[in-house]
């Protein structure tokens, strides 16, 4: 098993409730394919470094997660199905990836205590 994140941004216009429900149609995509999710980040409503689809701002979330190969490929498949989503990215993880992950975790659980 590989270790992946992928982070995608949803159009601004949706509310909290539809934010959740995209989020949650992904992780169980994921489940599905019989992956495990290691982390989730919801990074809110954040302002784009450029217009994409006329919009400026858009809801961020990251999710990394252990999976086989093939399933990135279904993943991206359904962010492009999908109209909410407006970018997205996976990217594979190697050994320092993974450690520095870990470390941004780390923190992220630090500052908000």
Known sequence: M???????????VLSDAQVEEAVKKFE???KEKNCEIVAKENWGLKK???????KKNGFYTLIEFKGEGTVV??????FKRDERVIRYLTTK?????IDYA???RTKVKVAKA
């Open 2 to 12: 590989n270790n992946y994140e992928t982070v995608f941004i949803l159009t601004p």
């Open 28 to 30: 169980d995509l994921l």
């Open 48 to 54: 784009l470094a450029y217009p994409i689809q006329l």
């Open 73 to 78: 490929a279904d993943l991206e498949l359904a």
């Open 93 to 97: 993880l190697d050994k320092h990836a």
């Open 102 to 104: 870990v470390t941004r």
